[in-house]
C-alpha cells in the first residue's frame, strides 16, 4: 500500500523524485526535500547504507521545499508516511502534536541510535516535553549570501550585522551601478519576518496568537514596498516560473545579459551557500552575511537543522534507526555529503572532515560558529496552523509588491488572519 500511495503522489508533486533499484527483505522509504546537489548526496549515502545493510532496500521520495510538506501532510492520513522523514524545525511541533514522530530517547539509552560524540545541546534540539522526535544531521543559521564578484567590481562591501538602513543603502547603490536588483521578498518571507520581529522582541507566531501588534510588522512590508518604488528590489513578475535553487535570481537570471533579472543577493540558509554556488555561472564567488535588521545581534539566529525524524507509521523501526545511526556516526557519508546538509553535529566526525572540507564549506563552518557568539536563542517551534498562516505571507507580500495592498493594511491584514488561525 505505501509504495502504491507514494507512486500516486508523483502525479500530483510533479517536482518529487521517485527511485526504486531493486526490493530487498525490508522495504523502507526515506523521504527529503532537497535540491540537485542535495538529491545525488543523498542516493548515494542510501546505496552505500544499503550495501552494508543486506536485505534492507531503501526507496527515495524526495521533493522541493514547497512540495515537500504537502506531500507528507497528503500521505499521513492514510498511514503512508515514510519510515524516515526529513524533519524542519519549523514542522516539529505539528508533527509532534499529531502523533506522528516516534520518541528517539529509549533508542538513544539503549545504544540503536548513538550520541556519544553529538553535543547535548545538540541532541536536546529534537526534545518537545519528556521525548525526543528528532536528531539534527547539521547545524545551521540564517545568511544571506551574495555575489561577492559583483561587489568587489563596484567596490562595495556588505558588513556582517549589517543593519537594515546599511542594507537598503547598499541596495541602491548597486542598482545604481549595475542595474542589478534585491531579493528580499521573495524566498521564504516568514524568514525575513521573524528576523525583523526579533529585534523588536516580537514572536511571530505564538501558540496562542500572532505576537506583538500590527504595528510590529508593518516596515517588513514598507522595505519592500519601498525597494519596489525606487527600483532596486526585483519584481514580482521578474520572478515567476522560477522554481528552485538552480533557478534564484541570484544564479540564474533567464537573460543575463538584462541585469534587472539579477539580484545580487539571497537570504536563505548558510548551507544554501554550496548548492548556489554550484549553480552560478563559473567566475561568481559567492559569500555571507546576516540578515539585515535593525538590531541584528538580537535577531540573528542559528538552529539544528535537516533533523531526521521515524514515522509511528514505520514498519521498521530498528532499520530505520540503522539508517539514522549511520547517517550521524559513519564516516562515509559525510565524506559523501561534506556538510551540504549543514555543520557536522557529530564532533569526532567534524574533526577529520573539515580541514577537506571544501573552500565555501569551510565559509559556512566559520559563519555558523561565529554565528553562535552573535545571535540570541532560537525562537520555539511554530504551533500547528502555521503553515497556513506562511502562505498567506507569501501572498500578501506580492501583493504588496505589486502595488495592491499599502504596507499599513498588510499588516493589519496578516496580523489579523494569523490570529483567526491560532486562537
Request: glycine share 8%; proline share 7%.
Amino acid at each position: 500500500m505505501k509504495k502504491l500511495l507514494i507512486l500516486a503522489m508523483m502525479a500530483l508533486f510533479t517536482t518529487a523524485l521517485f527511485t526504486a533499484c531493486g526490493a530487498g527483505d525490508t522495504d523502507m522509504v526515506f523521504g527529503w526535500w532537497g535540491n540537485p546537489t542535495r538529491n545525488e548526496q543523498t542516493t548515494a549515502v542510501l546505496n552505500l547504507f544499503m550495501e552494508e545493510h543486506d536485505g534492507v532496500f531503501v526507496e527515495e521520495l524526495q521533493a522541493g521545499w514547497g512540495d515537500y510538506w504537502p506531500m507528507l501532510r497528503t500521505l499521513a492520513p492514510a498511514g503512508d508516511l515514510p519510515d524516515v522523514i526529513q524533519m524542519d524545525w519549523s514542522t516539529l511541533l505539528e508533527f509532534r502534536e499529531n502523533d506522528l514522530l516516534v520518541d528517539l530517547l529509549p533508542m538513544f539509552n539503549d545504544g540503536r541510535i548513538s550520541t556519544a560524540n553529538i553535543p547535548q545541546t545538540v541532541v536536546e534540539g529534537g526534545r518537545m516535553g519528556a521525548g525526543i522526535y528528532a536528531i539534527p544531521i547539521g547545524m545551521n543559521a540564517t545568511a544571506m549570501v551574495y555575489n561577492a564578484t559583483l561587489l568587489v567590481q563596484l567596490g562595495l562591501s556588505a558588513p556582517r550585522n549589517i543593519t537594515l538602513q546599511q542594507f537598503i543603502d547598499l541596495s541602491r547603490e548597486i542598482y545604481e551601478l549595475s542595474g542589478v536588483r534585491t531579493n528580499w521578498a521573495f524566498n521564504d518571507p516568514a524568514n525575513q519576518m521573524e528576523i525583523h520581529l526579533r529585534a523588536q522582541g516580537v514572536v511571530m507566531l505564538e501558540a496562542n496568537g500572532m505576537g506583538g501588534t500590527p504595528a510590529n510588522y508593518e516596515e517588513f512590508f514598507q522595505t519592500i514596498a519601498l525597494g519596489i518604488e525606487e527600483g532596486w528590489h526585483i519584481r514580482p513578475e521578474d520572478m515567476a516560473g522560477r522554481d528552485g535553487t538552480a533557478q534564484d535570481p541570484l544564479v540564474y537570471p533567464p537573460n543575463m545579459d538584462n541585469p534587472n533579472l539579477r539580484t545580487w543577493n539571497s537570504p536563505v540558509w548558510s548551507n544554501m551557500i554550496v548548492a548556489l554556488s554550484d549553480a552560478a555561472p563559473d567566475g561568481t564567488m559567492l559569500a555571507m552575511t546576516t540578515y539585515p535588521s535593525t538590531n541584528p545581534t538580537v535577531s540573528n539566529f542559528g538552529r539544528a537543522s535537516m533533523f531526521l525524524s521515524i514515522t509511528t507509521q514505520s514498519e521498521n523501526v530498528d532499520d530505520a534507526a540503522a539508517l539514522i545511526d549511520f547517517w550521524l556516526n559513519d564516516i562515509r557519508p559525510h565524506q559523501i555529503m561534506m556538510a551540504e546538509r549543514g555543520v557536522i553535529p557529530n564532533t569526532e566526525i567534524a574533526n577529520i572532515i573539515y580541514p577537506a572540507l571544501p573552500v565555501l564549506n569551510q565559509v559556512q563552518s566559520e559563519f555558523v560558529s561565529w554565528m553562535g557568539d552573535n545571535s540570541t536563542p532560537v525562537n520555539p517551534p511554530r504551533p500547528e496552523g502555521s503553515a497556513e498562516i506562511i502562505d498567506e505571507l507569501v501572498r500578501i507580500t506580492e501583493l504588496v509588491a505589486l502595488g495592491q495592498l499599502t504596507p499599513q493594511q498588510a499588516a493589519t491584514d496578516f496580523f489579523n488572519f494569523g490570529n483567526s488561525r491560532l486562537n
